[in-house]
């Protein structure tokens, strides 16, 4: 089974500190992606990778950044951590090469309080 | 652009009743459709998913969903719901923009399951 890890479920932080979330895919995926969830809201795109080094922003990618520097590997950062970004959020993996009809995996989330 | 409308924020049924949870979308073409349940505190995970061929889809834990081109609807269905699939549903469309394969998720459906 596709596994997708995340580096915490809860993290608390201050405003103002940099926060840096990790997502670790152990299935050799060429794709991978951050969304943030809030209620009512739903799944909203922050930025997707498609391959080491390269990035793409989604429809909400103010205040983040991302880095992906091994296939498996990639981090979502909150340059300058604001309470409009308490949220819970996810990371998934595709597999690449199947198009739109390929599954996405999701880690199990990391709810952030910015207080 | 893609866009996916789950009309109903919470549905609330008994345990051993059916259930429909609703799903229309807006592309120009046929899409692929997914439906993903969230379990409280997880990640999200596929239940099924559809892009041709027979248009009634089965899928995991019972479901399944019908997609009805003349209505642009994708609704998903299960005849005797138990408690442990009360859960929040997702309904998500697959389609290819500029190269990128990025899904549009609807803004989900709380299912509240009553003893």
């Known amino acids: 089974d596709v596994k997708v890890t995340q580096s915490s479920r809860y993290l608390v932080k201050r405003t103002g500190e940099k926060v840096f979330l990790e997502c670790v895919q152990d299935m050799d995926h060429e794709n991978m992606f951050w969304y943030r969830q809030d209620p009512g809201l739903g799944l909203r795109l922050i930025y997707f990778?498609?391959?080491?080094?390269?990035?793409e922003k989604g429809d909400i990618p103010e205040g983040y950044s991302v880095s992906r520097e091994k296939k498996e590997r990639f981090s979502l950062i909150l340059e300058s951590a604001s309470t409009n970004q308490t949220s819970m959020y996810l990371c998934?993996?595709?597999?690449?090469?199947?198009?739109?009809?390929?599954?996405?995996?999701f880690g199990p989330g990391t709810r952030l309080l910015v207080l | 652009a893609q866009s996916v409308t789950q009309p109903d924020i919470h549905i609330t049924v008994s345990e051993g009743a059916s259930l429909e949870l609703r799903c229309n979308y807006s592309y120009g073409a046929t899409p692929y459709l997914f439906w993903y349940v969230q379990s409280p505190g997880q990640g999200l995970q596929l239940l099924l998913k559809?892009?041709?061929?027979?248009?009634l889809v089965q899928g995991i834990k019972g479901f399944e969903a019908e997609f009805k081109r003349s209505q642009s609807s994708f609704n998903l269905r299960k005849p005797s719901v138990h408690w442990s699939d009360a859960a929040e549903y997702f309904c998500a469309v697959g389609t290819a923009s500029g190269g990128s394969y990025i899904p549009t998720f609807g803004r989900g459906t709380s299912l509240i399951v009553h003893p």
């Open positions: 559809y892009f041709s061929g027979d248009t």
């Open positions: 998934a993996s595709t597999p690449g090469g199947g198009g739109a009809g390929e599954t996405q995996y």
């Open positions: 990778s498609y391959d080491v080094k390269m990035k």
